[in-house]
């Protein structure tokens, strides 16, 4: 396939104790380089490198055995030039006040390379969620929501699920925040079960826009999807969805793996009878036919797309050279370090970047936030329809960068995102 690269020097930024860089960093880092090729205004850039605000609040919980632990909670707003904050929450030991900062950047880009009216936002608790029961969750959720209360709203900021929360931490969340407000507020988040003013074709949204993105850079390249072979890495909401409809379209997905391994077919796996990881965890080491292969072995398979689905940091200084992928579509956030992207620009290996590839979860975010202010459903038809448009707009919108500015697609999309944000916050001018 033909590619619109051009090299870099950048190398991989590394903490001094040698472990990669935090989310912030890397966060700033990306913002300082696609700055560079932009003419923003220096001013803008550097409010753009800090967050709006930061909240950090204490969460008592009572355990089920009366006893009360306390935990350490977090909402980093970033940007709110194009509206409201919006990003994820996650229940997680690792949680930090700098990782919710560097995450809530990357949901500013997301939303505006989307053209969605949004800013970024993250949040979340420091708590290892399986060391919860059920009804301890709950309390912690809604506790939660009371001491951020005053910060997140449908106008203001609306947090969706992430790692450790799911459609029933949202779905008391909404609760929580619509008891104190003394009115049913469903558009105050989203992520939520239909039965709630959740939107239809949410969960498999990220995993669509993968699959979206995949077939219009497939055409772009000239490369009919019949012809094409795929390995996913991670087999859960974004790489199992992702995986099926490629399957579904035509294309050869000969491997998909969980935490426990991968499994390799040259001939082609039935994707659809393998149960995902919400389905059935770790079924993909159930699989009879194929090879068995570690993940590491996965990315370095010869096909013609690569989709690292799982984690972050997966492509690296260290195995970006034995990539053998004609183009590899971003499903997980960062799953390519500063050093692996460097090195895939260099040969010349198309990277579409997580902050379009898998948009489509905020895309359907937005249209379940559209339904709830408006109070009308939508059918899973028109979801998918408005996100079809939606992905095809924006990839479109990047793909013109790409040919403008013969820039890589990571700084494309950069492109796309900054100049609409710098754009508004000329626009708005400084208050006072
Ligand atoms: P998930 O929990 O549903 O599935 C994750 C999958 O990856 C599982 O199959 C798991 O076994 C596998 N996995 C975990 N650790 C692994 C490892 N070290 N090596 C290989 N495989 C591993 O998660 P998800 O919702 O599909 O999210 C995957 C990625 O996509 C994450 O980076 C997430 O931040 C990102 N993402 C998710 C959404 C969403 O709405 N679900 C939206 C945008 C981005």
């Not at 692996?340 to 990277?351: C, F």
């Amino acid at each position: 396939m033909a590619s619109h690269h051009r090299s870099t020097s950048t190398s991989e930024p590394r903490c001094s104790d040698g472990e990669p860089e935090p989310a912030l960093e890397t966060a700033r880092r990306q913002l300082d380089r696609a700055a560079q090729r932009l003419d923003i205004d220096e001013t803008i850039l550097e409010r753009l490198k800090r967050p709006k605000k930061v909240h950090e609040v204490t969460v008592p919980l009572e355990r089920d055995d009366g006893s009360v632990d306390v935990f350490t909670g977090y909402r980093a707003q970033h940007d709110s030039v194009r509206g409201p904050y919006k990003g994820g929450l996650r229940y997680h030991p690792d949680v930090t006040r700098d990782e919710c900062v560097g995450l809530a950047m990357w949901m500013t880009w997301k939303c505006a390379v989307m053209d969605l009216p949004f800013g970024g936002a993250k949040g979340g608790i420091i708590v290892d969620p399986k060391s919860l029961s059920d009804d301890e969750r709950e309390r912690l959720t809604r506790r939660f929501t009371q001491e951020i209360r005053e910060v997140i709203g449908p106008n203001a900021d609306i947090p969706a699920p992430d790692m450790g929360t799911d459609p029933e931490t949202m779905a008391w969340l909404m609760d929580a925040y619509s008891m104190q407000e003394g009115e049913t507020t469903p558009g105050v988040v989203t992520g939520k079960p239909p039965s709630v003013g959740g939107s239809y074709g949410r969960e498999e949204a990220p995993g669509r826009s993968v699959a979206i993105v995949t077939r219009e850079t497939l055409d772009y390249y000239d490369h009919p999807i019949e012809e094409t072979t795929v390995a996913v890495q991670g087999f859960g909401s974004v790489g199992a969805n992702a995986a099926r409809l490629l399957d579904e379209w035509g294309a050869s997905v000969v491997a998909v793996s969980d935490v426990n391994g991968a499994v390799y077919d040259p001939d082609g796996i039935d994707v659809a009878a393998i149960p995902s990881h919400d389905e059935e965890p770790e079924a993909v080491t159930g699989v009879t036919r194929g090879t068995r292969l570690s993940n590491d072995d996965l990315l370095e398979l010869d096909v013609d797309v690569l989709v690292p689905a799982a984690v972050g940091n997966v492509i690296t200084e260290e195995n970006a050279d034995a990539v053998r992928a004609d183009v590899v579509v971003e499903g997980a956030n960062g799953p390519t370090t500063f050093g692996g992207d460097a090195i895939l620009a260099k040969r010349g290996v198309p990277v579409i970047p997580d902050i379009l590839a898998n948009a489509g979860g905020v895309t359907v975010s937005y249209f379940e936030w559209l339904q709830d202010i408006n109070r009308r459903k939508w059918s899973l038809e028109r979801v998918q329809e408005e996100l079809e448009t939606e992905m095809v707009a924006a990839w479109n919108g990047v793909r013109e960068e790409v040919e403008r500015r013969d820039v890589p697609w990571r700084d494309a999309a950069y492109a796309v995102a900054l100049s609409r944000i710098t754009e508004a916050h000329e626009m708005r001018g400084l208050w006072p």
